[in-house]
């Protein structure tokens, strides 16, 4: 699902990495940036208990300018919070079946953000590149 969010994202002008880092200790699945510098994170649902144990998703919200869950056909998105935006997705692409409310990220957040996407980003470009170094190294996480 994930591969079809990423395209979806992409679709619509943004740079896209999963399991990106926010905060202290956590990890979004998909994170978006596009040229106004807008974050979008994208939460993967993709069954009731693993949506039920997540207690982590609020946390996130402070890392995004809007913010969807993602959830695969048949899943009930009526238990979902719906103020949060809502994608039906699947492993080609996704469709937008709530919109997100637009939520401005602090200034400051965004800036620091902005660097971080983009080392990481270079970062997963060079080790698909030429992984062989960092794994001789030992360098590679």
Not at 92 to 104: L, N
Not at 114 to 119: E, G, S, V
Not at 131 to 138: L, T
Request: hydrophobic share 40%; net charge positive; with cysteine.
């Amino acid at each position: 699902m994930a591969r079809g969010v990423c395209r979806f994202l992409a679709a619509r002008g943004y740079s896209t990495l999963t399991e990106f880092p926010v905060g202290k200790g956590r990890r979004v699945d998909a994170i978006g940036l596009n040229r106004e510098q807008r974050f979008v994170i994208v939460e993967i649902k993709t069954t009731l208990a693993d949506f039920r144990s997540d207690s982590k998703w609020p946390d996130y919200l402070l890392w995004c300018d809007t913010y969807y869950f993602a959830v695969p056909d048949g899943f009930p998105a009526d238990i979902l919070p719906e103020d949060q935006g809502l994608l039906a997705a699947d492993a080609f692409d996704a469709a937008i079946i709530r919109e997100a409310p637009v939520r401005p990220m602090n200034a400051t957040r965004r800036r620091t953000q902005i660097l971080k996407f983009a080392l990481a980003a270079g970062q997963r470009l060079q080790q698909t590149l030429d992984p062989g170094p960092a794994e001789r190294w030992g360098t590679r996480s």
